[in-house]
């Protein structure tokens, strides 16, 4: 037994549906909010719960190295550490390692490294990847530890990367075990741009058997076709009955682009991230908030939303706020990007129930055109 | 006709009532969170009157620097800009240009002054403060515009400077005219630590004839001891019928003091300041989280707080955000804070109303003594 998951409609290969985890059900497509360090940047538990997430996210790098995997667990686990009772997936830190620990040394048996907070020394293997996430914070899905294979990488290095990782993910199955509908593993898909590596990388966890399939080493460079290559060569190898997740990804386009190609899940920085620079997410992309356009603009950034972020502020505050320097206008703007991203996967969700996605996903690539166009003209 | 003020008991020269305002009841004694820039930083407008807070402060200074108050009158005024609907009382912006602007010059006309943002130039005089404040951000109560006599003063200098003041009161007064139960005007009572200057001040604005009555120039380094000798010397001179209003303080001790000689309403930064840096008022004074004691304390700061940030998070959490530098720490101790503040006037006005107030100040007074002494032994 593992997390229930139906699929309640399909509109080509887009699909949406539900994950039945313990702790909720998550609605897909979702959009996981990033919980890096145990908290969903700048905004509380209440206020991401109030966009409509069923599901975030926390990392294994960050969280083992402060404030320490073993004492989240005395303090009673993440989800009672955060004050956040729904579903947690835990990112299992290899993404992390690779982009922000200092020196580290790569081997079957794991990856040693040095904490980029302070100096330390640390060893982070299949097994205690997995202890941290799924026995210590307490995980609902955990991911499978896996070496981020660098971009762009030869074909014979990207190869012996990803078969490492699928070494890795046979380890993480057993050290999971067998944990019924209380907790879920999920595998990483790796093989960089090669789509045979892909496909080699999907039938070995298939084979190996998950909860979930995740595709990982995308975001990292490769640009918006690529990623489509990536997707169209990978998800066809997924299992339809399962959750497929791609990792890190990304902008409003991405995302409909993505669940185009079967992809249920996803995670990004982008909505907190921008919005603590002063940036508002919007169907046609970001908007600078800083802009001095925005000084008189009594216009919020979306009457007819339900966040009060989007709702019932003008843009002419929070243009002085961003101005200002004052942590209100971060606070705000990451609320209302998360509830953009919410609202995001709502109407793609509803898109696909009524057979139209096709429609909301050429109306989306619409307007970023038209948006990128405007930009283009007016630098 | 101005708003009305009522006083429900008294226990010795202490009281409690309710000032009604046009948007709303004022209950006295009352603190009023600063929102200087046009937020309680850190915290939305839902959030600060969830912790029961009835008005909030703006200011002057900063506002007519940035966004400008012709900007915000455009926009609406200040309660629309900031969605905030409830009771707003403005400074005046004298103590701003004293402790914050660049260059400045003094005349009885006003003070020419260079702005702390961007150097450029600005000339506040009492008609131009009222302007800004009644008819630009539509304050509820707005303050005449004083000098904030430097301290310590010679008696001389701070008898020059509270004539000054007078002179301007009767200017502010003038121009506010006559605005009936819509709005207020506060004047202040300046002169220093000296005993008959504030008298002297009293008297002048009791015979020009105010909404309310503030003492001023005080919480500029003169202690515990010389504040409670000035409120001592000039509380008895104001008259009894409206609100008494000490700006700029204070500590809980220093407002359950200065309630005792007769005061019903208090600004102040401690909250939101020391909640940014990460220290929880109590009772007993400031803890601060940063400390490695609380990195496993799994006990909230106020299980039975209302407040979410009191009661819904450990101890070692909020420990844990101050030491990653995460926003959400700010945040929830900002909000603990302005709870903290609003709980304390609360149980000052129901110990005033059970004739209990001698009992409730002996408790913090005892407290504060006996944190200070733990605090002493340990360095």
Request: with cysteine.
């Amino acid at each position: 037994m593992t997390f229930p998951f139906t699929i309640h409609a399909t509109d080509g290969a887009a699909r949406s549906g539900a994950l039945e985890t313990a702790r909720g059900t998550i609605r897909t497509p979702a959009f996981m909010p990033v919980g890096t360090a145990a908290t969903v940047k700048a905004l509380t538990p209440g206020q991401v719960k109030g966009t409509g997430a069923d599901i975030i996210l926390g990392n294994t790098y960050h969280l083992m190295l402060r404030p320490g995997a073993e004492r989240v667990a005395r303090l009673g686990g993440l989800h009672a550490f955060m004050n956040w009772d729904g579903p947690i997936l835990t990112d299992s830190g290899g993404f992390q390692v690779w982009s922000l620990a200092g020196l580290r040394k790569l081997t079957e048996e794991g990856v040693r490294f040095q904490s980029h907070i302070d100096g330390s020394t640390h060893m982070l293997t299949p097994e205690r990847a997995i202890e941290i996430q799924a026995d210590l914070l307490g995980a609902d899905i955990s991911m499978q530890l896996d070496e981020c294979t660098a971009f762009p990488a030869e074909e014979k290095t990207a190869a012996e990367s990803m078969r490492l990782s699928l070494r890795w993910a046979e380890r993480c199955r057993t050290a999971f075990g067998e944990r019924g509908d209380a907790q879920a593993l999920f595998g990483i898909v790796q093989g960089s741009t090669y789509p045979h590596l892909r496909q080699e990388s999907a039938e070995g966890l298939k084979a190996i058997g998950f909860d979930g399939y995740a595709v990982g080493g995308l975001a990292v460079g490769e640009g918006f076709e690529a990623m489509c290559a990536v997707l169209d060569a990978t998800t066809p190898h997924l299992p339809a009955s399962r959750p497929r997740y791609l990792m890190g990804v990304g902008r409003p386009i991405d995302i409909a682009e993505a669940v185009a190609r079967g992809i249920d899940m996803f995670d990004c920085v982008i909505p907190t991230r921008s919005g603590r620079h002063g940036q508002a997410w919007t169907d046609s992309g970001p908007v600078n908030l800083k802009n001095a356009r925005f000084a008189e603009d009594s216009e919020p950034l979306d009457a007819d939303s339900d966040c009060p972020a989007s709702r019932d502020y003008s843009k002419a505050y929070l243009h002085h706020l961003m101005k200002a320097g004052e942590m209100l206008g971060s606070v705000l703007l990451s609320w209302h990007n998360v509830a953009y991203y919410q609202s995001l996967t709502a109407r793609i969700r509803a898109a696909i129930a009524a057979g139209q996605f096709e429609d909301f996903r050429a109306m989306l690539a619409a307007k970023t055109a038209a948006e990128a166009a405007v930009s283009a003209s007016s630098d």
